[in-house]
Structures are given as C-alpha cells and as structure tokens.
C-alpha cells in the first residue's frame, strides 16, 4: 500500500514563504513525476508544479520565479519552497505521484495526497 503523506501548509502574511513537503512511503520501486496541484473553494484543480525523476520542471505562469520545487529521489519526497505568498494563492495544496511502480507487484499507478491548507492572509 502507498501514501503520500504530506506538510508544512499553515497561514502565512503576504509577502511570506512556506515549504511543502510530501513522502511517499509504501513498497516503491520508482516514481516518475512528482508534483503539486492546487484548488481553491469552487474552484478546478489547477497544476502548481510538476519534476520528473531526471529533474526537468514545469510551473504555472501564475508561480514562475516564486515557487521552486525539488525532490529527493532516494527518499521519493517531493518538496515545494513558496516565496512572496499572495493571498491568491491561499487553497489546499495536494501532493501527486504520476506513473509509480510499486516494487512487488510492478504496477504502475497514479497517487494522490490528502492535501494540506495554505492560507495568505493579514
């Protein structure tokens, strides 16, 4: 069985910054994409950041130059450093994990985390 477990949301002031972090824990071969998705109330699921395991990212144009993600390969953690938080950005924030091979049985298979809330507000 894999989980994704997730942290480090909260409420931040604008002008702030935050780190995300998600472990996928579980009998784990590999992952290919790790990423971050975000939905505000009433609204749809939108992609923050996606990394493959060789290191190439994407980012929506909306967190260019103030959000970095990374991961740690050896540890299949993915992390989200958010600088210069807007209250825009306030939504709950979920954890992927795209095309992971589970290391008895080989499927390959697409996760998610339970989210954890950011909040940007004085």
């Known amino acids: 069985q894999v989980q994704l477990v997730e942290s480090g949301g909260g409420l931040v002031q604008p002008g702030g910054s935050l780190r995300l972090s998600c472990e996928a824990r579980?009998?784990?071969?590999?992952?290919?994409?790790m990423g971050w998705y975000r939905q505000d109330i009433g609204k749809q699921r939108e992609l923050v950041a996606t990394?493959?395991?060789?290191?190439?990212?994407t980012y929506a144009d909306s967190v260019k130059g103030r959000f970095t993600i990374s991961r740690d390969n050896a540890k299949f953690t993915v992390y989200l450093q958010m600088n210069s938080l807007k209250p825009e950005d306030t939504a709950v924030y979920y954890c992927?994990?795209?095309?992971?091979?589970?290391?008895?049985?080989?499927?390959?298979?697409?996760?998610w985390g339970q989210g954890t809330q950011v909040t940007v507000s004085s």
């Open positions: 992927n994990a795209d095309r992971l091979r589970e290391r008895v049985t080989s499927r390959i298979r697409n996760y």
């Open positions: 579980g009998s784990i071969f590999s992952i290919y994409v």
């Open positions: 990394i493959t395991s060789g290191g190439s990212t």
